[in-house]
């Protein structure tokens, strides 16, 4: 099995910054993607960042400029830097990945979620 583990998240006040951690184990022969997302109270969970194998990234258009996401391939594990928040960006904070756990099988799989609160 395949487990991802968050960390990092918290309180901050606006203007501020927190880094995301989400480290993979178990069962990986390559990992094709790995990324965020958040989900706000009575919203829908959305894409922030996505960062392939390969190193392409991808970002909501309201993020953009203010996070980055990056990737530590020896360690399975991918970052996301947030500067500049807001009181909008506060949710539970998801990590996402897509792990062959064979050459020929391909899952997704979810971390626990971390919250991020940002206070104004």
């Known amino acids: 099995q395949v487990q991802l583990v968050e960390s990092g998240g918290g309180l901050v006040q606006s203007g501020g910054s927190l880094r995301l951690s989400c480290a993979a184990s178990?069962?990986?022969?390559?990992?094709?993607?790995m990324g965020w997302y958040r989900q706000a109270p009575g919203k829908q969970r959305e894409l922030v960042a996505v960062i392939t194998s390969g190193g392409r990234t991808n970002y909501a258009d309201s993020v953009k400029d203010r996070f980055t996401i990056s990737k530590d391939n020896a360690k399975n594990t991918v970052y996301l830097q947030m500067d500049s928040l807001k009181s909008e960006d506060t949710a539970v904070y998801y990590c996402?990945?897509?792990?062959?756990?064979?050459?020929?099988?391909?899952?997704?799989?979810w971390g626990q979620g971390t919250q991020v609160t940002v206070s104004s």
């Open positions: 178990g069962r990986i022969f390559s990992i094709p993607a």
């Open positions: 996402n990945a897509e792990i062959k756990i064979t050459i020929l099988i391909t899952k997704n799989y």
